[in-house]
Every structure is written in structure tokens, then in C-alpha cells.
């Protein structure tokens, strides 16, 4: 059983959904060689969220900006903590609702995911900065 992490630094992205499918998978090689096994991904903020949806039509990730924006706009009056700004704390709840961390499996050196599922990283701040992303890896060959 191999086991290992990996820290993926994610330039700033723009407030929305992003997909980073490819880039997950470019910083583990390694996986290329294990029959079996998982990979998890786990953000290191509270401002942004990781989540598993269709890769293939770019409107997908509009539509989930929208709707979560619709669900918990920024500034409502009824929050209290604005510490970094209006867009803080609804950015810790879509994070929160969505989800820090995503779990995939490895099948014959290939992420197992369904022909139309990809990664996002879900930013949430207007001006979130880079991102950490942690990968971990635990398979066999």
C-alpha cells in the first residue's frame, strides 16, 4: 500500500466555480501506477468549497454561482460577522453547505469518476487569493 501527500498552491481565481479536474491530476503522476485506490482533495480555507458535478458544459458552474448567490447573497442584514468584508460570511456558509473536501477512487491508474463529473474548486470571496489544496493518496499497484 502506497501512501502520500501532495500541496497544490491554486493561483487566485475569480469569485465562481472553477473546474480543476486536470490540474489534480497533473500534480499526482504517481497515480498513473496503482491499480487500486482513493484520492482525497481537501481545501485549507473556510472561504471556498470543493465539489464533484458536470464537467462538460460551462454553464453548469454559472448556474451554481447564481443559484448559491440567490440562496445567501452577500451583506445580508441579518449576519453578523463581516470581519474581511460584506462577501465573508456568506462565503463560510457556501462553503460550509458544499464542503471542504472530495473523495475519488483509482481504478487502473485512472480517476474513477463518471464520464461527465469533474472537480470544482468553489471560490466565494470576490477576492479570495491563492488556495492550498492538500492531496492524499492511498492505492496499490
Known amino acids: 500500500m502506497n501512501t502520500f501527500h501532495r500541496q497544490l498552491q491554486l493561483e487566485p481565481l475569480p469569485r465562481g466555480f472553477h473546474l480543476i479536474t486536470q490540474r489534480v491530476i497533473a500534480a499526482l503522476p504517481e497515480i498513473h501506477q496503482m491499480k487500486t485506490g482513493i484520492v482525497q482533495v481537501f481545501v485549507q480555507h473556510t472561504s471556498a468549497s470543493l465539489t464533484i458535478n458536470e464537467n462538460a458544459d460551462s454553464s453548469v458552474r454559472r448556474d451554481f454561482e447564481r443559484f448559491f448567490n440567490r440562496l445567501i447573497p452577500d451583506g445580508c442584514s441579518y449576519l453578523e460577522h463581516q470581519d474581511e468584508g460584506p462577501d465573508d460570511m456568506p462565503a463560510h456558509i457556501k462553503a460550509s ?7 475519488m477512487p483509482i481504478t487502473n491508474g485512472e ?4 464520464i461527465w463529473q469533474g472537480v470544482y474548486l468553489g471560490e466565494h470571496r470576490d477576492h479570495g487569493g491563492a488556495r492550498r489544496l492538500l492531496l492524499t493518496v492511498i492505492g496499490s499497484d
Open 111 to 114: 480517476l474513477a469518476l463518471g
Open 97 to 103: 453547505l458544499l464542503g471542504h473536501s472530495v473523495t
